[in-house]
């Protein structure tokens, strides 16, 4: 991944420090992170409906407390029912007796009803358990929800890349579904794993990567692999598999570097999407909320536009064009048609300034960014975030990613209608490699730092720029 450039303003100073994700890709992790708290707090309005025949204020207020004090709710799944039974009771026992030092210091104590309070004792860790195993009953069907399992590679089979392998069968909930090794050694050196097979050498990754759909990738060298290890993620950066170390050890230019654990063992994000967990369900809530209400104000214009359009130039009102999106799936992306053609082939030529294609309309279209519009509907569909790297065109993936180291990392989130490049100066035509390579410098700088506020910050700047950007023909 190529450095950013040093007139980069980095989107780092627009984020602020946030706290580690709730875990896997996992809809079971996140449950598990709200079950705990929510169901102590539920339990406790419940009795206060009860005994006081209505949710008084300083119930309001404990509830509060209870949640900030249990959020996010304890991993239990992978213990045995008896184990997470008394782990439930021993937190338990240590919140209870927080929450009881701190009414009482406080004096609150006689705010609450003596009953309630009694009977919350035991209520609270009952149901809590009785949710965990609700949970439990049913975490295969919910699983199942989030489709196929992730196909994963272990690069290395050491101790450490046969211990990882071990702990990812025997668990019971893993959304991972391993394929087997790549390691360029002989097989007497070779920790010995009966369950798993080598599927290539090191020299074959790349391809072992697009021939197995592999999506995860858990590179087990030695830090003495060093030179090899460089070169194993040269030649991954034209795929867009996660790509984690195990055990830690340094690299630089991480893209969303943090440490993790996979079933226990700790591994280190070194490519990694930014919405994972709490912040892709924030993410994609944000795009479905601003989308519609973007619709809904627009939908006059939507269709002024297209009766324009129609009466204009011949052709159709929307034009399709195939591009890359999430994972580096080809996805169709709608646009109102702006030139006499609707070019989607192997060779695509970029608009440029006086470019004789481009009809009246078009020109003022693209010139106010209108016809990026109807991608809302892509982003309602999900195949596309108001925020994130712009599309190119099939074609031109193919031959930038040729050219320009780690290109095809940008596709670790979906394509946005504008993006952190595009508010930086990068919005328009790109002919020359350097200003490709300027926006992709943008484009990583804004994995690599994301946050719901970068992307209001960009939303915001975008409203500002479209009106007196000419850089888009």
């Known amino acids: 991944m190529s ?32 079950l705990g708290p929510l169901t102590l707090v539920m339990s406790f309005w419940a009795l206060a409906f009860y005994f006081e025949g209505e949710l008084p204020p300083q119930y309001l207020i404990a509830s509060t407390l209870i949640f900030a004090l249990t959020f996010p709710g304890q991993s239990r799944l992978q213990l045995s029912w008896t184990a997470a039974a008394f782990d439930i009771l021993l937190n338990w026992t240590w919140i209870a007796g927080l929450l009881a030092a701190t009414v009482y210091v406080t004096g609150y104590l006689r705010e609450f009803s003596s009953n309630a309070l009694i009977t919350w004792l035991w209520v609270a860790p009952l149901t809590d358990l009785v949710s965990h195993l609700l949970l439990r009953r049913t975490a295969d069907f919910l699983l199942n929800l989030q489709g196929p399992k992730q196909r994963a590679l272990i690069v290395g089979m050491n101790d450490q890349g ?9 668990s019971p909930y893993a959304r991972i579904e391993l ?3 790549v390691d360029s050694r002989e097989k007497d050196r070779l920790q010995n794993n009966e369950k798993q097979q080598i599927l290539g050498n090191l020299d074959q990754i790349a391809s072992l990567v697009q021939s197995q759909r592999i999506q995860l990738i858990y590179v087990s060298l030695p830090m003495a692999s060093q030179p090899r290890i460089l070169q194993l993620l040269d030649e991954l950066k034209d795929t867009t598999a996660s790509i984690y170390f195990v055990p830690d050890m340094f690299v630089t230019d991480l893209i969303q570097g943090r440490s993790t654990s996979v079933h226990g063992m700790p591994v280190i994000s070194v490519c990694e999407t930014p919405f994972k967990g709490s912040d892709g369900l924030i993410k994609r809530s944000s795009d479905i909320v601003l989308s519609l209400l973007i619709l809904t104000l627009i939908f006059p214009l939507l269709v002024a536009i297209a009766i324009a359009v129609k009466i204009g130039s011949p052709g159709p009102v929307i034009f399709k064009q195939r591009r890359y999106g999430l994972d580096g799936e080809e996805i169709l992306v709608y646009k109102f048609r702006s030139m006499t053609v609707t070019e989607d082939g192997g060779v695509i030529q970029q608009a440029q300034k006086n470019d004789a294609r481009i009809t009246p309309l078009g020109a003022f279209l693209r010139r106010t960014s209108l016809d990026e519009l109807p991608q ?18 099939v074609a031109h993936n193919e031959l930038y990613r040729k050219l320009i180291k780690g290109y095809m990392v940008r596709h670790k989130v979906k394509p946005g209608i504008t993006g952190w490049a595009q508010v930086n100066g990068y919005r328009g035509e790109t002919e020359t490699l350097d200003k490709m390579q300027g926006r992709i410098d943008f484009d990583l700088d804004y994995l ?20 007196k950007d000419q850089k888009a023909y």
């Open 3 to 34: 450095n950013s450039s040093p007139h980069m303003v980095s989107a780092a100073a627009l984020t602020q420090p946030t706290p580690s994700s709730l875990g896997q890709d996992n809809v079971l992790t996140l449950i598990e992170s709200l």
């Open 162 to 170: 046969v211990a990882l392998a071990d702990k990812i069968s025997k």
């Open 179 to 181: 394929a087997g090794f």
């Open 376 to 393: 809302f509907i892509n982003v309602l569909q999900g195949r596309m975030s108001i925020v994130g790297p712009r599309p190119h065109a």
């Open 448 to 467: 690599r730092n994301w946050s719901l506020r970068l992307d209001l910050h960009i939303i915001l700047k975008t409203i500002r720029l479209v009106l």
